[in-house]
C-alpha cells in the first residue's frame, strides 16, 4: 500500500499563494501517477491536476490553468501543487491521490488518498 501525508494548507488572502506537498510512502514503485482534487462543501470531489511519473506529463483542469503548477521531487517521492493568484472560489480540501495508471484524472484511477488538508482563501 501507499501512504500519503499532504501538508502546507492554510488560510491566505485573495491574490495570494500556497504550496501543498505531498509525501508518499510504502509501495511507491506501484505509483505512476500522484494528484491532487479538491472538494468544496456541497460539493462533489474535483480534480484539480496530476503529474504522470512514467510520461513525465502534466493534466490540469480548466479551472486552474494557468494559475498552478504541479511538479514532483523524485528523490522525496514527493508531488508539490503551487496555488499562485488564489480566490475564494478555491477554498476547498484539498486531497492527494496516487494512481497505478500512467494517465489519470477520475477518482475511481486512484487506488491511494491522502487525509486531505483544508485551504481557505479570504475575500
Known amino acids: 500500500q501507499v501512504q500519503l501525508v499532504e501538508s502546507g494548507g492554510g488560510l491566505v488572502q485573495a491574490g495570494g499563494s500556497l504550496r501543498l506537498s505531498c509525501a508518499a510512502s510504502?509501495?511507491?514503485?506501484?505509483?505512476?501517477?500522484m494528484g491532487w482534487f479538491r472538494q468544496a462543501p456541497g460539493k462533489e470531489r474535483e480534480f484539480v491536476a496530476s503529474?504522470?511519473?512514467?510520461?513525465?506529463?502534466?493534466y490540469n483542469s480548466d479551472s486552474v490553468k494557468g494559475r498552478w503548477t504541479i511538479y514532483r521531487d523524485n528523490a522525496k517521492n514527493t508531488v508539490y501543487l503551487q496555488m499562485d493568484s488564489l480566490n475564494p472560489e478555491d477554498t476547498a480540501i484539498y486531497y492527494c491521490a496516487a494512481s497505478p495508471n500512467d494517465i489519470a484524472t477520475k477518482p475511481y484511477e486512484f487506488d491511494a488518498w491522502g487525509q486531505g488538508i483544508q485551504v481557505t482563501v479570504a475575500s
Open positions: 510504502g509501495r511507491t514503485g506501484s505509483m505512476y501517477a
Open positions: 503529474y504522470s511519473w512514467s510520461r513525465g506529463t502534466i
